[in-house]
């Protein structure tokens, strides 16, 4: 059983659109990190997110946190083809460290 | 400093064959899990270790068994390999973040 559901599962738009991903979860989160995997590539931390409520910004990259911390969104603004990749939301659980069902966005020229 | 290798990086498997894929990290961190990524799919977590001596199921054990002999080192093995278990296969360790080697692509025909 997926504990996170990522959506939309593709995601295809022009260079200069904006655009915004979704992680939920049944369960409460402690911490929710975000991810992006290029092809052939293993993923690599983009921001992790502790606080319910809380807005990190990374340069275009907005995460934010639910406050109940069930649910988490990454956007994007002015999207280029070098954001185009498989991002991936991800939780600690107790021992476990489970990925969501992923995003794959492609941003065209 | 490599990180997190893997080996090997491709291999193709008949129906009933066995293999073994490694796992070597240089980072000291306790614990390691094994993935299988389909297309268009997140991260399925197999197994995990939470350090040396110790193994753990993850959400889709079944076809699949781990060591951790040293602490540097986690296996993962295929018994009798199956056209399911077609997929490519990536290793982490994790302390604050996660860090993955380049995966395996395996074949099984």
């Known amino acids: 059983t997926q504990l996170l559901e990522q959506s939309p599962q593709f995601l295809s738009i022009q260079e200069g659109e904006n655009l915004t991903v979704y992680c939920n979860s049944s369960?409460?989160?402690?911490?929710l990190q975000w991810y992006r995997q290029e092809p052939g590539e293993g993923p690599v931390l983009l921001v992790t997110v502790v606080t319910g409520g809380e807005v990190k910004k990374l340069k275009r990259l907005t995460f934010q946190f639910g406050d109940a911390r069930k649910d988490s969104s990454l956007h994007i603004t002015a999207a280029q083809p070098g954001d185009t990749g498989l991002y991936l939301c991800?939780?600690?659980?107790?021992?476990?460290?489970?990925f969501g069902t992923g995003t794959r966005l492609q941003v065209f020229p | 400093n490599a990180g997190v290798t893997q080996t090997p990086k491709f291999r193709v498997l008949k129906t009933g064959q066995s293999m073994t894929l490694l796992c070597a990290q240089d980072?000291?961190?306790?614990?390691m899990y094994w993935y299988r990524q389909d297309p268009g799919m997140g991260l399925r977590l197999i197994h995990y270790?939470?350090?040396?001596?110790?193994?753990a199921k993850g959400e889709v054990p079944d076809g699949y068994n781990v060591s951790r002999l040293k602490k540097q080192n986690f296996l993962l093995g295929l018994e009798s390999a199956a056209p399911s278990q077609t997929s490519v296969y990536f290793c982490?360790?994790?302390?604050?973040?996660?860090?993955f080697g380049q995966g395996t692509r395996l074949t099984v025909v």
């Open positions: 982490a360790t994790w302390w604050v973040e996660a860090f």
């Open positions: 270790s939470v350090g040396e001596g110790t193994t």
């Open positions: 991800a939780m600690a659980n107790t021992d476990k460290l489970i």
């Open positions: 369960s409460v989160f402690s911490s």
């Open positions: 980072m000291n961190h306790e614990y």
